[in-house]
C-alpha cells in the first residue's frame, strides 16, 4: 500500500509538473524558506522578549496580539510548501537521515509551540515566571525551532 501510494506521488502529472519544470521546485522551495523565515523570525521576537532581551517597552501578550497571527500563516505556508516539496519525491526523503530528524523536531516543536510556549505568550502569564522559566521556555523554543531548520539544511548533503 505504501508503495503504491509512493508510485502515484511520484506519477501524478501535477506533481510531475511541479518536480519537472524549470521552476516548479525552485518556487515551492523559495516558498518554503519565506515562511520558515516569517516562523523562526516571529519566534525568536517572542524569545527575545520572554527572557527580557529585547522588546521591553511592549507586554508579551501585546507583542502575540501583533505576532501570533503572522506565526501562524508562517507555519501554514511552511507546512503546506513543504508537503509540496516532499510529496513529489517521497522516496527520497522517507530515506534520508536529516529528513526524519527534522519530522520528529518538527512534531515537538508544533506540540510545545501550540501548548506550553502559546499559554505563556498569550496569557500574559510569561511576565509574571520566574526568570529562569522564562529562559527554559525560551531555549527549548529556540533549539526545537532552530533543531527543525538545521535538520532540513542538511537533507541535500547527507
Known sequence: MLEQFLDWCYSTPVLALLRDTRFGMPMSQSFHIFGITVLLGSTVAFNLRLTGLGFSETTLKALADDLWPWAKRALTLTLFTG????????????????????????????????????????????????????????????????????????????
Request: aromatic share 16%; hydrophobic share 55%; proline share 4%.
Open 83 to 158: 508537503l509540496l516539496v516532499f510529496i513529489v519525491d517521497p522516496r527520497r526523503y522517507l530515506v534520508n537521515g536529516p529528513f526524519r530528524l527534522k519530522m520528529l523536531l518538527l512534531i515537538a516543536a508544533l506540540a510545545f509551540q501550540f501548548t506550553i510556549f502559546k499559554q505563556v505568550v498569550t496569557s500574559g502569564e510569561g511576565d509574571r515566571l520566574p526568570m529562569s522559566r522564562r529562559w527554559l521556555i525560551a531555549g527549548g523554543s529556540l533549539l526545537l525551532w532552530f533543531g527543525v531548520g538545521w535538520s532540513g539544511r542538511f537533507i541535500g548533503f547527507l
